[in-house]
């Protein structure tokens, strides 16, 4: 009832905080699941995965494209798991990879379709930014994942164990080379692994410019409608 009256509570002035907060949320849930130990790690993961589902459709509900494109996505988010518990079809961890990262591009281009180009720039669209980072690192951490479930001798440093129990390293070593500081513990071998990884570094060095940029632009746009 309490989580309810919270997510009525969301608004256009502070959708993006409560977005950013549940994907803040979801990483530290996957980092916090290692310690309770193995055996939940994939139950724990899921949950706030659902959450997440719950706390961006009430974030992004007033884009209504995106909302039954979500409402779909869990449909067989459930399905999906519900095949997986029942059959043990291991095939199913791609197939919730896959939706995981539809479900994190798909908040993106909603997020970024709001934040950037347009409109006032207030303390909710900066938020807004802050979340659309968050969602890169999330996007190539999934692909770093689909890349280990087929080539699990892509990385160093990753061990081919399940995707809920390598989530939270994918989204370790995702961050790290989206910010460029490249530590080193984890690093790609193939040659496709090596390509996403710097395709990310590259994206990470220019993300910063495009929001400024796209904040300043709609200021100043948004500024010159007020006068006339």
Known sequence: ????????????????????????????????????????????????????????????????????????????????????????????????????????????KSTAKQVLFHGKVNTNKVIGSVALFLLLGLMWAIVYLIIIEYSPQAFTGLEAITWGENFSNAAYFSFVTLTTLGYGDIS????????VVYLEAIVGVFYMAIVVSSLVSANIENRENNNG
């Open 1 to 108: 009832m309490e989580m309810g009256n919270r997510l009525k509570k969301i608004n256009e002035d502070n959708n993006f905080f409560y977005l950013t907060v549940a994907l803040i949320a979801l990483l530290i849930s996957s980092a916090l699941a290692e310690i309770v130990g193995q055996g939940v790690i994939d139950h724990v993961l899921q949950l706030f995965i659902i959450v997440t589902f719950v706390v961006c459709l009430a974030s992004l509900r007033f884009d209504k494209g995106w909302s039954r494109f979500l409402i779909t996505l869990v449909c067989l988010w459930i399905l999906a798991t519900l095949v997986k518990v029942v059959f043990e079809r291991s095939e199913m961890d791609f197939v919730m990879l896959a939706l995981t990262f539809s479900f994190f591009f798909g908040t993106f």
């Open 188 to 195: 790609p071998i193939t040659p496709l692994a090596q390509v």
